[in-house]
């Protein structure tokens, strides 16, 4: 059984940039959650994709974006890079019904300068 | 707002001690809880989790947790701690009517000295 996996695993980028994070889920999950750490933070929520929609979005503004493709990957895209965008950015997967335990990857770390 | 928040930002204990770390949540109706933990230059991994029936939950590693309805809160607890539980714990709560998004606490640097 495949893991949770994101590339890249660590991005530097400048203000005003475009990044896009992309992830891979656990085999046999169709649901995928995106989250950012912050330093010294617990994760954020942002959004959540089942069958390729946004069924879910935290409060963060429509410059952060996402895809879900028909193998259930999932892209995250953040526009006009700030500063506080600088985080670790989780993915998460899981089936859409059962036990509702999420799987963690292990994060792309987003240096914004 | 629904919000989960963790007493200590910081334990320090020596081998041995026994461990319990806070966790409360505001949320109404019913929940699903969760213990994730976090070592040094590793993604997270699920401890243990909270979905219904004995509030006393047992996880991974001798971990253990009580869901105390009336208190809002999931405690975690261990009653010996090892070095190598050195690390960052944290508590979240998802529920359907938010479409099991999970909302955090801002998680407790827990280190062990041998």
């Known amino acids: 059984e495949t893991g949770v996996t994101q590339s890249p695993t660590h991005l530097i980028k400048t203000r005003g940039q475009q990044v896009t994070l992309r992830c891979s889920s656990q085999?046999?999950?169709?649901?995928v959650s995106w989250y950012q750490q912050a330093l010294g933070q617990g994760p954020q929520f942002i959004f959540q994709?089942?069958?390729?929609?946004?069924?879910g979005r935290g409060n963060f503004p429509p410059r952060f974006s996402g895809l879900q493709f028909p193998n259930y990957s999932s892209e995250l895209n953040v526009n006009a890079l700030e500063l506080d965008d600088s985080a670790l950015y989780l993915c998460?997967?899981?089936?859409?019904?059962?036990?509702?335990?999420?799987?963690f990857g292990p994060g792309t770390r987003l240096t914004v300068t | 707002a629904q919000s989960v928040s963790q007493h200590n930002h910081h334990v320090i204990l020596s081998e041995a001690a026994s461990l319990e770390l806070g966790c409360n949540y505001s949320?109404?109706?019913?929940?699903?809880l969760f213990w994730y933990v976090q070592y040094p230059g590793q993604h997270l991994q699920l401890l243990l989790k909270y979905f219904s029936g004995d509030p006393l939950v047992k996880g991974i590693k001798g971990f253990e947790a009580e869901f105390i309805k009336s208190k809002f809160s999931f405690n975690l607890r261990k009653p010996s701690v090892q070095w190598s539980d050195t690390a960052e714990y944290f508590c979240a709560v998802n529920a359907q009517r938010n479409n099991y998004q999970l909302i955090w606490g801002a998680g407790t640097k827990l280190i062990i000295k041998p």
């Open positions: 998460a997967s899981r089936t859409a019904g059962g036990s509702y335990e999420q799987y």
């Open positions: 085999s046999g999950h169709n649901t």
């Open positions: 994709y089942y069958r390729e929609e946004e069924n």
């Open positions: 949320y109404g109706g019913t929940v699903n």
